[in-house]
Structure formats: C-alpha cells, structure tokens
C-alpha cells in the first residue's frame, strides 16, 4: 500500500485539507511537524478511519474527531483516502458517525473515472470488500503501518495469547488447527468403526456357524465352503424346475390353438345369422331411403320461408330508423343556425376586448414585486432611516485609543521576543550540558562493561587451569585411558537416551564403560565449554573495544566523575536563569492578553459604527430607488393608488378571460354540431344501400320457394326442428344397414375357410396342464424354502465379508494417521501442537528481519529471541519475547530496557513485522509505514544510528512518515510535513530543501 492523497473536511482542526503525498517527489523520509495540539497523530486518524472507521488509538473516541470549529450550517464531515495496491489505484470515502446516515464507498480508480467497489449504502459490503483488498484487519493494520503513538510496542510486551491471535491472523494458521481437528475426528471415528466391526464380525460368525470360532480367517473358509455347498443344491431344484415349464409351455400352446379354432367356428355360424336377417330388412331399407329424400326437401323449404320472413322484417326496422334519421337531421341544422348567429355577435364585440387587453399588457409589469408593497416598503425604509440616525448620534467612538494600545501591545511584543531568544539561548546550553553529562555516562557505562567483561575472561582462565589440572592427574593415575578406549566409549553412545555428561539423547550401557571413562568424558566436555566460553568472550571483548571510542578507552572513572559534578553545577546555575526568564515571559503575556481584549473591544466598537453608517446609505439607496418606482407607476398607469389600480385590472383580465372561453366554446360547439351533421347525413345514405339489398334479396328467395312442389305435404305443418330431427333418425338408420351389411360380408370372407371344420375337445389338454402345474408348484415351494434360508445366509456372509475387508484392510492402515493425529495434538517429544509450532516459526522469521534493524541501531548490542521453554512444562504457545544483551552475554526480560530502548526494539519489531508480512502473507504490500513520537526517547548517539536505518528503510522504495518534536529530526531530514495551526485551525504544507 502506497498513500496518494488525504482529504479531510471538518476533521479535527482541519476544516478543507488536502494532502498530496506525490509533493515528496523522490524523498521517501519525511517529519511530520507541528505544534503540540496541531492535529499531527489527527492525519494517523484520517487514513485510519476513512479505512476502518475508527480512531487510531483507543484512547481516542471516533465522536470526537469531527471538527469544533466548523460552520454550523455545514453538515458534510469526511475523509477519503486514495492509495495504491498491487498496481491499482484505490479510493476510499467516509462520513463521520455524528451524521444522520453515516455513509462508506470503495472505488477504484481508471482514466480518472471513480467506479464504484461495493454499494455505498451497505457498509457491511463495504467493510468486507476493504478488508479483501487490505487482507488486514484494524489491529493488524496498526501493527505494519500506522504506528500509533504510546501503542505500537503493544507486539513487543504482549503476551504469547495475544501475539498468537495477532500473527494467526496475519499469516491464517487457523488452517493448521482446522487440519488438526479433521485428523481428530476422522481417527475417532474410526476407532469407533472399529469396534463396531469387530462385534459385528462377532455377531455375524454366531449366526452363519455353530462352530465356537474365535479366528476371522478360518471363519471366512468355513463360510466360503457353505456357500458352495448351497450353490449346489440351488442347481439341482433351478434345473427341474425349468424342466417342468417346458412340458407346461407345450400343451399350453396346444390347448391356445384348439380354443382359436373352436372360437373361429363359432364367430363363422354368428356372421350366417347376422346375413339373414339383414337380407329380411331389404324393403324396409328401400322406404327409408325414400323418406330420407322428401324429408331433406321439406327442409330446405321451411329454412327458405323462415329466411325470407327475417328479411321483411328487417326492411320494416329499416324505414322507420330512415324515418328517424331525417328527423335528427332537421334537427341539428336548426342548432347549427342558432350557434353561428351568436358567434357573430362575439366577433362584433372583439374590437372593444383588443383594447382592454392592450392597456393590461402594457401596465402588467405593476402586478408583481415590489409594486405591490410599494408604499408600504417607502413608510418602513423612512423609519429605517430616523433609527440609523439616533443610533449613530448615541453612539461614542474615539479612533486614536486604538493607536496608543496597539503601540503599547508592540513594546511589550518586542520585550517578549527578546526574552525567548535569551530562553533559547539558556535552553540551548542546558541541552549541551545534558549532552556533556549524556555522553560522560555512556562513556562510564562503556568503560564498566569492558572491566565486567575482561574480569569475566580471567575467571574464565582460572577455570580453564583447574580443568586442566585435573585431566591431567586423572590421566597420569590410569594410563590405560588411551584413544582406543575414548572411541570405545564413544561407539557405545547410542540414539534414543541422553548423555549423563553433555545431556544430549543417545543410547549407551553404563556396565560397558568404567567410572573413570565418565569422568574424564565430563572434564574433557566442561574443558570445551570454558574454551567456547572464553572465545566469545574474547570476541565480546573485541567487539567492545571497537564500539568504544578513544576517549574511552584513556580516560579513568575518576576524571569522567569530576567531569559531571561541573557539568551538573553549571546545569543547576542555567536552570535558575531560565526559570527567571520564562516568569517574566508569563508576566508579558498576561498584560498582552489583557491589552489585546482592550484592542479588540475597541475594535468591536469602530466595526458596529462603521456597521450603521454602510446600512443608512443602504437604506437612503433604497429609499430613493423606490420611490423613482412609484413614480413611474403614476406616470405610466394613469392612477395615484396602487389599490384601485390593482382592483381594476383584475376586472379587466377577467372580463377578457371569460370573452375568450366564451368565443372558444361557441367555435367548438359549431365545429361539434357540423360534424355530427356530416355523421347523419352518411348514416342516411348507409340505411338507404342496405333497404336495396334487403329487397334484392327477398326476390331471390321468392325464385327458389317457387321451385319446390311440396306445398301439400303433410310435413309443412310441422315444426322445424321436429322435421329435422325425424331426418336425422331415418338417415341414421340407413347409414347403420349399409355398414352392418358390408362388415357381415367383409366377416365371411374372413371366416369361410372354417366352413367344413368341427369343434376340438380341450378337456384332456387341461388336465395335463394342471398335473404338471401341481408339480411344479411342488418344487417353487422348495426352491422359495432353500432361497429364503439360503438368501440370509448369504447376507450374513456378505456381511462378514465387508466387515473383514474393512477390518483387516482399510482400519489397519490408518495406524499411521492415529499417530499423525496425536503428534498434531502436542502427543510428542516436546509437547506442542501442530498450530503452536508454526506461530514459533513465523515468529522467528519475524524476530529474524527484525534484529537486521535492532543490531545496527543498537551497535550490535541487542538483539530479540523468542523464549525457549523446558517442554516437560508443557508451557502454551511460547511466543513470549526476550531481549539478548552482548555485554552480559545473557537474556533479559524486555521490561528492563530503558525507554529509549524499548522504542528501538518496539520500532524493529514492527518494521521486521512489515517486511515479513509483505514477503509471504498472501501477498500482502505495504510500501510504506508512519511512525508517531518515540524518537524523545533516544540520546543523540542512537538517535543518529535510528535516522540512519530509516534511511536504509526508504531506500528499499518505502515510504517512511515520523511525528516527533526532536529538533535535530528537522535538521536531518529534508522533507518535512509542517502542520500549521492558528489557535483553532490547522493547515498543512509539504516544505522540500
């Protein structure tokens, strides 16, 4: 993550600030400075809430973030935050919680297009898609790369629960816990089939056999040869079966073609008597086809008589609707006459409407503002006027009081300045004495750690000699002690037990190897010890010697102790001064107060009266404005009151109004009239087409009821639908005779082939078939007997069977994973889970980039190391950190560093954190890292050492931003971030050398 651009709106004491990080150009390392108050850590909150929406310490409330000082009427508060990750350019955007409706919005930037991330109205989806793109948290945030003043030692002193949350989730070894688990229960699992097979194994051998066998393996072959032997005798039973359905297949299939022939016989006798009596209904089929023909005729007939009825009655209608029509035609030209009349008495009076229309047009501009309160605003505005004029005469002003306070204020401005560069003078030579005595005692501390160290290699030396006198009476009383029996005592020494000398696991038989081979394997170890001992001190000594500088190394104790007495006399003496120097700077700035309230109620007084002097020649301004209106009024409308000018106007737009509408209506309604006209005028003509046709149609039925004869038929009397129906009867039964005559014949022609054949006997068939019926069901009912006994049987084997597979082959093989399982638990040599022992690693990793940084700015003093721990203690986690100091040659607990101290590892800790994270957590990049306060800390010494590692920091391409107060800070660092505040407001500006 690489920062863009800050945009704060009424956020802290920033009331419309923008931030462009580019300004730094190509310098990395920037300070961050300001004024205790000014709003710098108010930037750290910025980034951090626009983010997360929240502050970024604890200590600090998000309510109150949002700006004292803003405009009231102003009710937009917040920040956005744009930033660079993994090559895309992202923008985020947040109102503060003091809003209504709190909003959020993740967009990404393209050719300078915003395009939305998530639905700013959803800030759960917001939240989830920052946190996808960061893949941080707030914590973590706070821990790689805002440093939040007073808290981003929080890694260093925590506690191991608490660094095992925080790097769980950095590097997500919760999925080494979810491994863990799965093992767990998958192997529990499987213990429980286990047991469960075998008793089913056991169940299973009681029912199958009577035999009390204990092993699965001769169960399984006593089982398999049962099966074999049902297999068997299942053959023989299948094989008889199959037999006696053949036989009853055969004299089925006789007993099916005696039926079918005996049943054709019978259908060709059925078909003979169908015949006759179709040949008896021939005369009565002749009559009936008659009346089918006379009936259809009287059909026709009384359909044409009913049709032609319809239509007389229809011309009737027709006549009397023409009859109507020309009487609604008479009817609406009489309307049409009427209407035109009274619109040309409206056109006679348009003349007189034209000229009223003309004078409201021209005196329409009266009707609105301000002439409609006019002489109202003229009576006020006078009023206005008299006030103005007794207030400026009531009020006292004397502008040459001012002149002789704001003097006075610039003496006693002058007399302050003076007195501040006189207190930088003193402060400037206390900090000199408090470097003096700063460095006499390093320089003490430097000398009492080199004597430490060098008493430390002659005890050493005074070991060494002891040892080595004592090898040497131990190998003059044995002289048999000689290398073969040293390599003899070293082959015996065998993996799996410890050493009873060194410690170390191996394995070796105490009864092979003398007490004195013991011996001398202990002196010859602690010999090597006390050697290794004294060549790292040695080095120490070297390395000490090195760091030291030459003053230290000549100088005695006795001269750097008298050195500080003067030096703190002198600091006494400066201290006294500058007390007397800053009371008198308290006392100047208390009469400046008092004088500047004095200045500014004077200048209070000279704003009110300047005040009523610009709002009287407003209100004379505005007085003769508007007294020019009213009388352009007069000139133009021809009245002296507004009023009755307005009154008569109002008459005037209504009486054109209602002229208008009137003469519109009239328009319409003729234009209505004329086309209701034209309407009835087309109806008369349609009504007449359709009499035409009606008559043409009526002669053409006249023409075919004269073609029928039938007008003495018995029928006509009849209704219609009873003739149809008694045509519908006899046409059906016509239909039926033919189709039953020609189905008959097609029938014999099927059947005569069957004429000279007789009946076949089925009863002898039948029999036979129900013998062998009776025998087969016989043998089904063994068949189902052995199945039912044999099906059990064989479920009982197959399920022997599965359970053995199983047990003997797939539960045996997870012996392995049993074992995998408990080692994940801690179930181990050194007790520790499988989650556990990948936090000690990443945190090794971690303290490993870390003390890259810490042995540089600590002259390779420090370094961290991750407690180690006894694992017969079974101690959780072991993340607990502590600090490794050269000049003891020993660890130590982080809470005995000094402060300055502390910051340094706190600050390597946090940076070896960033570097890791980017390296391997799933891609995580930060490209930058700001750091509040902690710098105060530090003596000048390691405050340079500090300044150059983050040099180193930034040349890796990160950005590196500080907040601190230490002077030298904006010596060495070139570009600075001034944060300017004037008293309740701040600004900032990027300041470049």
């Known amino acids: 993550m690489k920062p863009i651009k800050l945009e704060m709106r009424n956020f802290g004491p920033f009331i419309n600030e923008t931030i462009n990080f580019d300004e730094l150009n190509e310098h990395q390392l920037f300070l961050i400075s300001g004024k205790t108050g000014s709003g710098k850590t108010t930037i750290f909150d910025a980034m951090i809430f626009s983010l997360y929406g929240k502050a970024s310490t604890d200590a600090r409330d998000e309510k109150s973030l949002p700006s004292q000082f803003a405009d009231e009427a102003e009710k937009s508060f917040y920040v956005a935050f744009e930033f660079l990750l993994k090559g895309k350019h992202y923008r985020v955007e947040r109102d503060l ?6 909003k959020a919005g993740i967009y990404e930037i393209k050719a300078d297009e915003k395009i939305p991330l998530a639905d700013f109205k959803k800030k759960t989806e917001v939240k989830h898609k920052i946190n996808e793109i960061i893949q941080l948290d707030l914590n973590q945030f706070k821990q790689i790369f805002i440093l939040p003043q007073g808290e981003f030692k929080r890694m260093l002193v925590s506690s191991s629960n608490d660094k095992s949350q925080i790097l769980s989730q950095l590097f997500n070894t919760e999925r080494f816990k979810r491994i863990t688990d799965a093992i767990k229960r998958q192997v529990s699992e499987l213990r429980e089939q286990s047991k469960q097979l075998e008793l089913q194994m056991q169940k299973i051998m009681k029912l199958t056999l009577s035999n009390d066998i204990q092993d699965y393996h001769e169960a399984k072959t006593l089982l398999d ?23 009853i297949k055969i004299h089925q299939k006789q007993l099916l073609d005696a039926e079918q022939l005996n049943q054709q016989i019978h259908s060709l006798n059925e078909v003979k008597m169908k015949q006759r009596k179709i040949e008896a209904d021939a005369g009565l089929f002749e009559e009936n086809c008659k009346q089918k023909i006379h009936l259809n005729d009287v059909v026709q007939y009384k359909s044409l008589l009913e049709e032609q009825s319809s239509f007389i009655t229809q011309l009737e209608q027709l006549n009397i609707n023409r009859k109507n029509t020309e009487n609604d035609l008479n009817a609406i030209q009489l309307t049409i006459d009427t ?54 005469i009531e009020s006292t002003f004397q502008p040459e009081t001012i002149s002789q306070n704001q003097q006075l204020l610039n003496k006693l401005t002058t007399d302050k300045f003076e007195l501040l560069d006189k207190q930088d003078q003193l402060k400037s030579i206390n900090n000199e004495i408090n470097q003096k005595l700063a460095h006499y005692e390093s320089l003490e501390k430097d000398i009492d ?41 070293r082959n015996g020494l065998q993996l799996g037990q410890r050493c009873p000398v060194c410690a170390q696991i191996v394995t070796i038989e105490n009864n092979d190897a003398s007490k004195d081979i013991q011996l001398h394997h202990q002196l010859m170890h602690e010999y090597q010890m006390i050697k290794d001992t004294l060549s790292k001190l040695d080095t120490k000594v070297e390395l000490k010697k090195e760091s030291m500088t030459n003053e230290a190394l000549t100088l005695s104790i006795e001269v750097i102790t008298d050195q500080k007495i003067k030096f703190e006399y002198n600091s006494q003496k400066t201290q006294q001064d500058l007390s007397t120097v800053i009371a008198s700077i308290s006392k100047i700035d208390l009469e400046i107060v008092n004088l500047k309230a004095t200045i500014q109620k004077l200048e209070s007084k000279k704003e009110y009266f300047n005040q009523l002097n610009d709002q009287l020649n407003i209100e004379k301004s505005t007085l003769q404005q508007l007294e020019h209106q009213f009388q352009q009024f007069q000139d133009q409308s021809g009245y002296t009151s507004y009023k009755q000018f307005s009154k008569k106007m109002h008459e005037n737009e209504t009486k054109i109004d209602q002229y208008h509408k009137q003469k519109l209506k009239l328009d319409n309604e003729i ?3 004329q086309s209701e006209q034209i309407k009835i005028q087309s109806k008369m003509v349609q009504q007449e087409s359709e009499s035409d046709a009606i008559k043409k149609w009526i002669e053409k039925l006249s023409l075919k009821l004269d073609a029928f004869n039938i007008e003495d038929s018995k ?16 046409t059906e039964w016509v239909d039926q005779y033919e189709k039953d005559k020609y189905a008959l014949n097609a029938q014999f022609d099927i059947l005569k082939a069957y004429e000279h054949m007789s009946i076949v006997e089925t009863k002898p068939i ?52 049993f074992i995998l399982a408990d080692s994940f638990q801690g179930v181990n040599a050194h007790r520790i889970s499988l989650e556990d022992y990948v936090l000690q690693y990443y945190l090794d990793q971690v303290l490993k980039e870390a003390n890259k940084r810490l042995l540089k700015m600590s002259n390779h003093r420090y370094q961290l190391e991750r407690k180690t721990y006894d694992f017969k203690r079974n101690q959780k986690n072991g993340l607990e950190i502590v600090v490794y100091d050269v000049h003891s040659n020993s660890n130590r607990d982080i809470s005995s560093l000094s402060g300055g101290e502390t910051f340094l590892a706190s600050l390597s800790l946090a940076l070896g954190l960033s570097d890791y994270v980017s390296q391997t957590a799933g891609g995580i990049q930060f490209d930058a890292v700001f750091i509040d306060e902690g710098f105060g800390t530090l003596d000048s010494e390691t405050l340079d050492t500090a300044i150059e590692a983050l040099y180193d920091l930034q040349m890796s391409g990160k950005i590196v931003g500080i907040i601190s107060h230490v002077e030298r800070l904006k010596e060495q660092i070139p570009a600075i971030l001034n944060v300017q505040s004037n008293g309740a407001t701040s600004q900032t500006h990027f300041v470049v050398k």
């Open 339 to 392: 209407l035109n009349k009274q619109f040309a008495i409206m056109v006679e009076q348009e003349k007189e409407i034209e000229k009223l229309n003309h004078y409201v047009i021209q005196n329409k501009l009266f009707l609105r503002k301000p002439y409609d309160c006019i002489e109202d605003n003229i009576r006020k505005t006078k009023s206005k006027i008299e006030e103005l004029n007794r207030k400026i």
């Open 671 to 673: 234009k209505t009239s």
């Open 766 to 817: 039948e029999s036979k078939i129900t013998e062998y019926n009776e025998m087969l069901n016989i043998e089904i009912d063994k068949k189902d007997q052995f199945i039912s006994t044999f099906a059990v049987f064989k479920s009982h084997l197959q399920e022997f069977n599965s359970a053995y597979e199983v047990f003997y082959k797939k539960v045996n093989e997870k012996q392995d994973l």
């Open 449 to 489: 750690a080199l004597n430490q160290l060098e008493n430390e290699v002659k005890q050493n030396h005074t070991l060494l000699a002891a040892v080595e006198s004592k090898i040497e009476k131990l190998n003059l009383g044995h002289n048999d002690l000689n290398e073969e029996l040293i390599q003899q005592m």
């Open 97 to 102: 919680p003091n809003l209504s409706v709190p």
């Open 715 to 730: 029928w006509l009397a009849l209704d219609l639908n009873e003739i149809q129906k008694e045509l519908q009867r006899v």
């Open 225 to 247: 040869t049962k099966l074999n032997e049902n297999n068997l005798k299942y053959e023989v039973i299948q094989q008889k079966i199959k037999q006696l359905e053949e036989e």
